[in-house]
């Protein structure tokens, strides 16, 4: 399976001249990034920079135009059994959450072991209730997603990305749907998972968690990656123009 | 007026049991056939759902003693042996009620908001498993009242088979003007069977409805 021959020091998750328009619209100019084990990376950017879309790209729930994705070495299939293979290595945690309405919360987390990786009942459980305890949600582990609040419901959603052991997760905006309130208790599930070297890419508009977590911020501008640093680096002296207007405009209070 | 019925008791009770069997065979066959097209209509590969679609435009545009017509008459000229008038019924019935099971199916499932079955792709499922275990089941609630709708036409519709040689309830009256009973009674206890059928149809619907709302 592996052909290293060709693929010199590629990342875990490599993406090469990466094109896709929305009709006239061009969404993703041209992306290069390379992710490499372990590294927390934030993409940052206006509304609109294709940020999003990038994130989705990565597990293909968005199709890309031309260019290569690539995870662990392996080009993402376009359909079918191969392509979901994949994607159970690729944890994906939603801006609105999308746990299954019609699961309990514990079945949310079991489901993909249980039907994806044909993982024992028991065992499965046991994995689940692991997970839920240390998300801090173990308590509703019998109540369906609708009787939670979005924290609760988002830190579920983690949960069940975890239950996977996934390579790599992906975060879409993944507080940007909450009451400030509830913030906190998801950035504090996610903090501790980067401490814990798990692979991150992270879309979001929380500075905070950029500056205390990430190993590398991306800067997304109308399709394009303008810059990229280390938060450090990005924070305190941004080199482009559009970085610094948009650092500008967010970090004036 | 009851002795129309009791005195051809016969003739009722045999007309209504091949409605009832042409009904709920027809019944299971379409849900089957219509849920496999509608999944054909929502899949990823483009071939499926164009046969899906050209499928329900087609049937659903038919009227349906042409299709009665075609697998009697036209199987025949064919050479296309069908195994008996009763299954060649129950064919046209299923192959016309899919169409419309499908269209039912299909706009259930667009109700289920599209994030459930990304999050669903996302955690490594089939199209197969994401349909049967996340979109279906929480279509099924919005599904439920037309398709009750689709099988009161479909109980309706058997009455078309009268006029190919099966002598279900519609075909009562041909046999009864024949015994020289009263047609407008005859057409009236008709009515009745049909109403006394189509109230269980209800219940079920009540039912089901109930058993999904908690969801």
Known sequence: ?253 | MLSVLTDNWDLFRDGFWLTIRLFLVSAVLSLVLGTILAAFRVSPIPALRGVGTGYVNTLRNTPLTLVFAFLFFGAAKMDLALPSPYWAGVGALTIYTSAFVCEVVRSGVNTVSPGQSEAARAVGMTFFQVLTLIVLPQAFRAIVPPLSSVFIALLKNTTIAAGFSLAEAGAIPFSMSERGENQLLTLIWITIGFLILIVPLMFLQRWAERRTAVA
């Open chain 1, 1 to 253: 399976m592996s052909d290293s021959g060709t693929l010199t020091q590629t990342g875990l998750v490599a993406l090469t001249g990466v094109n896709k328009h929305f009709g006239e619209l061009h969404v993703l100019k041209d992306i290069n990034l390379s992710i490499a084990k372990g590294e927390v990376v934030v993409v940052i950017g206006p509304s609109g920079s294709g940020k999003s879309t990038l994130c989705r790209a990565i597990n293909r729930l968005e199709t890309i135009d031309s260019g290569t994705i690539e995870l662990d070495g392996q080009p993402l299939p376009s359909e079918g059994k191969t392509l979901a293979t994949l994607r159970a290595d690729v944890g994906m945690v939603f801006q609105s959450f999308n746990l299954f309405a019609h699961k309990t919360i514990l079945q949310n987390v079991t489901l993909g072991p249980l039907k994806v990786r044909k993982m024992d009942p028991k065992k499965a459980e046991q994995r689940a209730m692991e997970l839920l305890e240390r998300v801090g949600v173990a308590s509703q582990a019998s109540k369906y997603p609708a009787q939670l609040s979005g924290g609760q419901q988002q830190r579920v959603a983690i949960a069940r990305a975890l239950a996977m052991d996934p390579k790599v997760i992906l975060f879409d905006e993944p507080t940007s749907a909450l009451d400030p309130e509830m913030i906190q208790e998801v950035l504090e599930v996610m903090i501790d998972l980067a401490k814990q070297q798990m692979t991150m890419v992270v879309v979001t508009h929380e500075m905070g968690f950029a500056r205390s977590a990430a190993n590398r911020v991306v800067f997304m501008a109308d399709g394009e990656i303008v810059e990229q640093a280390d938060p450090e680096t990005f924070f305190t002296s941004p080199t482009s123009r559009r970085a610094q207007d948009f650092l500008g405009k967010i970090l004036k209070h």
